[in-house]
């Protein structure tokens, strides 16, 4: 049973519309965390938030942006898609541990 | 400029063999390293990890082994499974952060 949830696990939309991926989890993680990963490619940290009103840029420049205005919940929108969007999108949390280090099943994100 | 590196992207393997997938890294500074195993439209799940305090830790089939002196790590799989299929990554964390750097994975697939 997944303890953290992504929506939708599959998205295909038209380029310059505005898209927000969803992500909750429900173990009570204060370390929230977005992935952009390709196939064949290292998994690239795009943003990252230690709890609530807290987000930070990852190592990889993204156009999108995240909020986190509840613990369990840390949104990613994207406010203009571009075909160069496309890729998957991996959010996880922790509670510091690196055990505890868990990964929602992705969104894979198509821009046409 | 990759700080892990993952250097087999595939690897193919028998049933019932053994599978030893490599990763090396650059930076002295990390500590503690883990290994995900991803499934296609899946998300990466925690696998085995090593301190660096350790040259070795076995979980089952899965055995890790740390060279620090040549900043090699390997992951050993006793016997290989066709459920073993996936994409291996390895990660590495340096002391006092909460993000792992990821490789860019390597394909094994075990033929029954």
């Known amino acids: 049973e997944a303890d953290i949830y992504q929506t939708p696990r599959y998205l295909v939309i038209g380029t310059g519309k505005k898209i927000t991926l969803e992500c909750s989890q429900t173990m009570g993680h204060d370390k929230m965390y977005w992935y952009q990963q390709d196939p064949g490619m290292e998994l690239h940290l795009i943003h990252y938030?230690?709890?609530?009103?807290?987000?930070e840029k990852g190592d990889l420049s993204s156009e999108s942006t995240v909020s986190r205005i509840r613990t369990e919940h840390f949104p990613l929108t994207l406010e203009s898609a571009r075909p160069s969007h496309t890729s998957q999108y991996l959010c996880?949390?922790?509670?510091?541990?690196?055990?505890?280090?868990?990964f929602g099943s992705g969104t894979r994100l198509t821009v046409v | 400029d990759q700080q892990v590196k993952q250097n087999s992207p595939s690897l193919s393997v028998q049933e019932g063999r053994i599978s030893i997938l490599n990763c090396d890294y650059t930076?002295?500074?990390?500590?503690?390293f883990l290994w995900y195993k991803k499934y296609p439209a899946e998300g990466p799940t925690f696998l085995i990890s090593?301190?660096?305090?350790?040259d070795k830790n076995e979980d089952g089939r899965f055995t890790v082994f740390l060279n620090k002196s040549a900043k090699h790590l390997s992951l050993h799989i006793v016997p290989s499974q066709p459920g073993d299929s996936a994409v291996y990554f390895c990660?590495?964390?340096?002391?006092?952060?909460?993000?792992?750097?990821f490789g860019r994975g390597t394909s094994l697939i075990v033929h029954p």
């Open positions: 990660a590495a964390i340096k002391g006092g952060s909460y993000i792992p750097t």
């Open positions: 996880a949390s922790s509670g510091g541990d690196p055990y505890g280090y868990t």
């Open positions: 930076n002295s500074m990390f500590d503690y």
């Open positions: 090593i301190s660096s305090i350790k």
């Open positions: 938030s230690y709890g609530v009103n807290s987000t």
